[in-house]
């Protein structure tokens, strides 16, 4: 019904910059909103940043200052912006978001496959 296809993660080293990509397509009325979370060796799933319909924003402690998330609506695509990256970013990273589709009309959560984000030190 809905797909999310992520981009830009990579090598970067301690100090670089990624910019990471979403883009949902399918079976959209609106998207409620969008997000990213990130998942560690060894950790739990973690909300990393995520931006509602009306662009009200939220992050993770660890990143406030570092990250930025936006949204181009009339592309139905997130980015995650993030700068002065750490060894501690690394993570395999996944887009989120909420969908209304139509016929029926019924909410959804999708999942991004996720982009391997590596920062060396």
């Known amino acids: 019904q809905v797909q999310l296809v992520e981009s830009g993660g990579g090598l970067v080293q301690a100090g670089g910059s990624l910019r990471l990509s979403c883009a949902a397509s399918?079976?959209?009325?609106?998207?409620?909103?969008m997000g990213w979370y990130r998942q560690a060796p060894g950790k739990q799933r973690e909300l990393v940043a995520d931006?509602?319909?009306?662009?009200?924003?939220n992050y993770v402690e660890s990143v406030k200052g570092r990250f930025t998330i936006s949204r181009d609506n009339a592309k139905n695509t997130v980015y995650l912006q993030m700068n002065s990256l750490k060894p501690e970013d690394t993570a395999d990273y996944y887009c989120n978001a909420v969908v209304w589709s139509r016929s029926p009309y019924f909410r959804g959560t999708y999942w991004g496959q996720g982009t391997p984000v590596t920062v060396s030190s």
């Open positions: 931006i509602t319909n009306n662009n009200s924003t």
């Open positions: 399918g079976n959209i009325v609106s998207i409620t909103s």
